[in-house]
């Protein structure tokens, strides 16, 4: 997850700080959005296919709930820290209040490594998770939702420890389940397609289109493939893909100038998301180093991988002819890139707005949970399109009107729809 010294949390509040000042925020609504309101670590004790007993640390961190229960993520990931969960959890509060949805923020996790995890162990693992924090969640107090390594699968193990629990059916306990068991549809695609549909947002008020627009995709996991997906079946061309490989423990970027092939791709990918490198060469790939991805001529760069990926050290090499980045993964973009890139007039479409789609999709999910009734693929899509271009076009018109970059455009409507509700509770 980047270098030693990233702090995903310190970037999170240092963004929260300069909002905070643009919109004179009193001290204690500071004081409260700065940190999550809530808490939990755990050990999560794990009988092992060996016979041997393993202790895996679990988290929930709740950042806000004022506007709804909390919502967001829970990630697999040997590099996870307290502090990673506690930006998450914030930036969900500001992704839910951005897209208008009357949900709060959270994030969870466990610091383990699915790759070296067999099927039980997995399952145990997300169940011990449940068991530790069941009391502190549910439909109506923070709801979970698959992340980094996470699957439908993982999430119908959480749903039946949580319902063994609380002895019921509760289907709007988590997102992200399987179709077949409550799960909606679109939510796979959903965060893919988000921001594929802010990025033709985007280029339309560029007066680019989209036809004649190359890519470089950093990133080969679910958001990635579906936002690959959706901007080539609508016309424009992704030349390179950045994916990592778990046996050479590196990322390399997977190049084909006349257009990666998408179908082509996903056939030679194992189910972490690694492409096979030796089947990839035989295709007609060229394979480059992993930070080739950010130095490609295209018009526009998703970063749809992990926090900490445009910094500093690589911002300069971004190509002249980029001019946007849609910042599908969480965080991908440091603060002292962010000038870099401004400066340079490249368009950003800020995370918490780019990739919203997925969370948006989860609460479609939960309403049909909760009501028991389902819709069809083409309304959940629909449905979805309208949410994204509607807040596109907010942080847009904010961004033009008071003349802020559009990641200060979203943050100020974020921050003061949260503030507003802490407020009306008589929170702050
Ligand atoms: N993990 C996704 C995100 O960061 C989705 C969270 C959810 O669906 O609740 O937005």
């Known amino acids: 997850m980047g270098s030693q010294k990233f702090n995903a949390f310190e970037m999170a509040q240092s963004q929260f700080d300069r909002i905070a000042d643009l919109l004179k925020l009193d001290q204690a609504t500071r004081d409260l959005l700065r940190y999550p309101i809530r808490e939990y670590q755990f050990s999560i004790p794990v009988r092992m296919k ?16 004022a506007r709804g229960p909390a919502k967001g993520g829970i990630r ?95 289907p709007g306990f988590i ?28 280029l339309n008020e560029l007066n680019l289109s989209l036809k004649d627009t190359l890519a470089s995709v950093q990133g080969f996991g679910s958001v990635a493939r579906h936002a690959i997906e959706l901007y080539q079946q ?6 390179s893909v950045a994916c990592w490989d778990q046996s050479d423990q590196a990322t390399y970027t997977y190049r084909k100038k006349e257009g990666i092939n998408y179908p082509e791709l996903l056939a030679i990918t194992d189910p972490f998301g690694g492409i096979d490198k030796r089947k990839a060469l035989e295709l007609g790939y060229e394979i480059l180093p992993g930070e080739a991805w950010i130095e490609q001529e295209v018009d526009i760069l998703i970063p749809a991988a992990l926090e900490n990926q445009i910094t500093s050290e690589n911002v300069q090499q971004i190509h002249p002819r980029v001019k946007l980045v849609a910042e599908a993964a969480n965080g991908p973009t440091t603060p002292e890139a962010d000038p870099v890139i401004n400066e340079r007039g490249i368009f950003v479409i800020p995370d918490f707005l780019a990739n919203a789609g997925g969370v948006t999709c989860s609460y479609f999910e939960q309403v049909q949970s909760n009501m028991n009734y389902y819709w069809e693929k ?51």
């Open 50 to 65: 060996d016979g041997t007993m393993r202790i895996f640390r679990g988290f929930r961190v709740q950042h806000n709930d």
């Open 76 to 170: 697999f990931h040997p590099l996870e820290t307290v502090d990673t969960m506690r930006a998450l959890a914030m930036w969900m509060t500001w992704k839910c209040a951005v897209i208008d949805i009357p949900l709060g923020g959270s994030k969870g996790g466990v610091i383990c490594d699915p790759h070296e995890l067999s099927e039980y162990e997995m399952e145990q693992i997300c169940r011990g998770w449940v068991r530790q924090i069941a009391r502190d969640v549910g439909p109506y107090q923070d709801v979970p939702a698959p992340e980094v390594m996470a699957s439908p699968q993982t999430m119908l193990w959480m749903l039946d420890e949580y319902e063994v629990i609380h002895g019921g059916k509760f």
């Open 175 to 202: 997102t992200g389940k399987p179709v077949s068991l409550g799960g909606s549809q679109g939510k796979k695609e959903s965060t893919g397609y988000g921001v594929i549909f802010a990025v033709r947002e985007a």
């Open 234 to 239: 609508i016309g424009g061309r992704v030349i």
């Open 378 to 428: 083409d309304e959940v899509l629909a449905r979805l399109d309208v949410k994204m271009t509607a807040a596109y076009h907010d942080v847009s018109s904010l961004a033009k009107k008071s003349r802020q970059n559009t990641r200060d455009a979203a943050y100020m409507i974020a921050v003061s729809r949260v503030a507003q509700a802490c407020k009306d509770r008589g929170w702050v």
